[in-house]
């Protein structure tokens, strides 16, 4: 089970890289803090395209920046969203896609943290994604 710091700590991180969404398109403003096993808090913030297609989640900027700079290990993930320039107010899931990612570098008991404002719900991530495919999958 996590400590109430350390969820606290990621929402707040989570929270203020939201600020940094870059979302013209949809207005709707999401941030990730992920957690490595080192202590080390990566954040990410969605960065959406005109073409959408390019477009990439703030799950998925924490995770990919992570794993460039070597980190391998990780604890948790907090995500918080909503609409651009309004508080948070609702639990905001990550993306199937962001699933899948997750499930590459984390085992089905890791935690992911929603906000909506008020209360953090932590979930682990095998609830988030029931039937992952994965690397046991390609043998």
Avoid at 20 to 47: E, H, M, Q, R
Avoid at 99 to 124: H, M, N, Y
């Amino acid at each position: 089970m996590m400590n109430q710091d350390t969820i606290t700590a990621l929402v707040k991180n989570a929270l203020a890289a939201r600020e940094k969404s870059y979302c013209p398109y949809s207005g709707f403003a999401v941030g990730a803090a992920l957690l490595a096993a080192d202590g080390t808090i990566y954040t990410g913030a969605n960065i959406e395209s005109a073409s959408f297609t390019p477009t990439v989640c703030a799950e998925r900027v924490a995770m990919f920046t992570a794993v460039h700079k070597g980190e391998r290990n990780f604890t948790a993930l907090a995500v918080v969203g909503g609409k651009s320039g309004a508080e948070v107010s609702a639990y905001c899931a990550p993306c199937g896609v962001c699933r899948q990612v997750l499930s590459e570098f984390c085992a089905p008991d890791f935690p992911v943290i929603l906000f909506d404002g008020k209360t953090p719900k932590v979930i682990p991530l095998s609830t988030l994604l029931p039937a992952s495919f994965g690397k046991a999958d390609l043998t």
